[in-house]
Every structure is written in C-alpha cells, then in structure tokens.
Antibody, heavy 122, light 106 residues
Framework: QVQLVQSGAEVKKPGASVKVSCRTSSYTFTSYGITWVRQAPGQGLEWMGWISARTGNTKYAQNFQGRVTMTTDTSTTTGYMELRSLRSDDTAVYYC???????????????WGQGTLVTVSS | SYVLTQSPSVSVAPGQTARFTCGGDNIESKAVHWYQQKPGQAPVLVVYDDSDRPSRIPERFSGSNSGNTATLTISGVEAGDEADYYCQVWDSSIVVFGGGTKLTVL
C-alpha cells in the first residue's frame, strides 16, 4: 500500500536548521506532489507549502517564505523539507502528505506520514 | 486572506449523528476536504471534493457543501470516532485549514 515514512525526531538549538525526509513507496512518485503541514503542541494544522514531484515547482505559505525549502529526489522517491533559522515556536510535529494533482491543480492530501517531532530548545 | 470557521467542539452520544460545519465566504465554489485526527496520530482523509469518500472510510461519513457552509456528517457515531476534524480548501494556490472541531462521544 502507499506509504510515506518520515525521518526521526530532532532536537535543535535556536538559529539552527533542520531537514526532514519523507520516503514514499508503492505509487508513481512523479504523478503526485508532496505537501508539508506542521502542528504545534495542542494546536491545529498549519500548512507550510507543497512541491510538485513532476516539475519540482514549489509554493510556500507566506509565513515560511525565505526560511523553508522543499525538494524531492525522484531516484529515491523521497521528499525533503528544510527549515532554517529555527525559533522556539517552531517546535512542532511536522507531517508530509501526498498531494493528488489533476493537470496542474493540487487537491487533497492522502496519505500522510507518521510525523516528525522537531524540538527547538537552547 | 480566506478564513474557514469551525466550531471548537461537538458532543454526541453513541449511535447519534454528529455534524461538523465549516464556514467560509462562498465556500460552495471551492472543493472542501475533511481530515480526522485521533490523539497522537497523523491526520486521515475522510471526505474529499465535498462529498466523496476514500474506499477505506465507512459510509457513515458523508459531506455536503452549499452557500457559505460545508458540512461533514457522521451517522451512527461510535466511540472510535472521537477525534479532531479539520476542513481544508485551496484559495489562490494557498491551503487553508479550519481551526478544527473536537468530537466527544458521550
């Protein structure tokens, strides 16, 4: 079945960077996109952006512009999300999810990875 | 920016019907997707494109979208349905999530 498996938990100091991976399997990687969504403790879902695995085109949420980079590696069918200049309020669980695309239009997110806890603390 | 408004909580007894609303300006012009998130777990898609269900989701879950309100309905609520439910749309190439509604099964 389709699976997205994320890298393990990270602990970072303020100002550092983190790179989370999302290894996919059992589907045609370049026919879909990858989105990243985070969830701070006790809070709702916050969308960070998405990348088309076919074109490499990205769209980032304004809150993360200039601080986030999303990439894909088609040879390993893996997506990556790098967040720089980390602050304490970046402490959250970060999720990747597969994006269904019709033409060039992104739609729903299914399935999701298991999540990666990133803790930012001095 | 586009805003989706969800009630913070819904409580129903087992076997009853739970309804979750997602309010947005002319939301009927957008495709609404719904996710279920149980404590400590990743979100799961339960309804897409307003009213379609992934094959693994029980028929008890249904959706509709009209005017300024989209609705997710769970018929015959079970204890295992207790979770947070989020609506989601795309607006000008940006994703918007509602704040989520917590379902408590009494």
């Amino acid at each position: 079945q389709v699976q997205l498996v994320q890298s393990g938990a990270e602990v970072k100091k303020p100002g550092a960077s983190v790179k989370v991976s999302c290894r996919t399997s059992s589907y045609t990687f370049t026919s879909y996109g990858i989105t990243w969504v985070r969830q701070a403790p006790g809070q709702g879902l916050e969308w960070m952006g998405w990348i088309s695995a076919r074109t490499g085109n990205t769209k980032y949420a304004q809150n993360f512009q200039g601080r986030v980079t999303m990439t894909t590696d088609t040879s390993t069918t893996t997506g990556y999300m790098e967040l720089r200049s980390l602050r304490s309020d970046d402490t959250a669980v970060y999720y990747c999810a597969r994006v269904t695309i019709f033409g060039v239009v992104p739609n729903w997110f299914d399935p999701w990875g298991q999540g990666t806890l990133v803790t930012v603390s001095s | 920016s586009y805003v989706l408004t969800q009630s913070p909580s819904v409580s129903v007894a087992p076997g009853q019907t739970a309804r979750f609303t997602c309010g947005g300006d002319n939301i009927e012009s957008k495709a609404v997707h719904w996710y279920q998130q149980k404590p400590g777990q990743a979100p799961v898609l339960v309804v897409y494109d307003d009213s379609d269900r992934p094959s693994r989701i029980p028929e008890r879950f249904s959706g509709s979208n009209s005017g300024n309100t989209a609705t997710l309905t769970i018929s015959g609520v079970e204890a295992g349905d207790e979770a947070d439910y989020y609506c989601q749309v795309w607006d000008s190439s940006i994703v918007v999530f509602g704040g989520g509604t917590k379902l408590t099964v009494l």
